[in-house]
């Protein structure tokens, strides 16, 4: 089992930043690749980014590629989304995910945190 939390959203003013975490419980986190979803009201949950068990390969969704980043600390069991340049769009509950298959359709994923909620004022 992989039971995950998802730390670190608020309100923030458009061109700000936030860092989430996403803290894994289990001493089989290394095993997981891991990956970052959202979903804003009224609209269907899209990828963000994704990362490798290894750490060693990324990928970010186009909408933000030159604004997000993944990452995560295998010793501490946590996977990070550092946002910068946060824009109004960007609001959304923010989930974590993990699961043995690296992509970036949601069903490809076995567990999930509770979500976070981000939200970018104007």
């Known amino acids: 089992q992989v039971q995950l939390v998802e730390s670190g959203g608020g309100l923030v003013q458009a061109g700000g930043s936030l860092r989430l975490s996403c803290a894994a419980s289990?001493?089989?986190?290394?095993?997981?690749?891991m990956a970052w979803f959202r979903q804003a009201p009224g609209k269907e949950r899209e990828f963000v980014a994704a990362i490798k068990s290894s750490g060693g390969s990324t990928m970010h969704a186009d909408s933000v590629k030159d604004r997000f980043t993944i990452s995560r600390e295998n010793a501490e069991n946590t996977v990070y989304l550092q946002m910068n340049r946060l824009k109004p769009e960007d609001t959304a509950v923010y989930y974590c995910?993990?699961?043995?298959?690296?992509?970036?359709?949601?069903?490809?994923?076995?567990?999930w945190g509770q979500g976070t909620q981000v939200t970018v004022s104007s």
């Open positions: 289990g001493r089989t986190f290394i095993n997981y690749n």
């Open positions: 995910a993990a699961g043995f298959v690296y992509g970036s359709s949601p069903g490809r994923y076995d567990y």
